[in-house]
């Protein structure tokens, strides 16, 4: 069995910074990719940032020079560094795993950019 449990979220002031974390545990075998959506209310979900067992990132627009995703393979944890943080930066964010070839979900975690 697998488990993602992530970790940061919380409230910030715009300008601030936070960091999330996403660790998968349990039975694993490998992890294709690790990475973070978001959904804020009355909109599509989206990817924020991914990255691949190799290294490989795909980061939105949106969120580029200010947000960035990196992972410790040997904790099978992905890290999102969230910088010069704004008001509409605000929603619940998921981190996603494609753990031995099944897709997993992690609880999701409010971040607020508030003054």
């Known amino acids: 069995q697998v488990r993602i449990v992530e970790s940061g979220g919380g409230l910030v002031q715009p300008g601030g910074s936070l960091r999330l974390s996403c660790a998968a545990s349990g039975n694993i075998f490998s992890i294709y990719h690790m990475g973070w959506y978001r959904q804020a209310a009355g909109k599509q979900r989206e990817l924020v940032a991914i990255i691949s067992s190799g290294g490989s990132t795909n980061v939105a627009d949106s969120v580029k020079g200010r947000f960035t995703i990196s992972r410790d393979n040997a904790k099978n944890t992905v890290y999102l560094q969230m910088n010069s943080l704004r008001p509409e930066d605000t929603t619940v964010y998921s981190c996603?795993?494609?753990?031995?070839?099944?897709?997993?979900w992690g609880q999701g975690g409010q971040v607020t950019v508030a003054a």
């Open positions: 996603d795993a494609v753990v031995n070839d099944d897709g997993y």
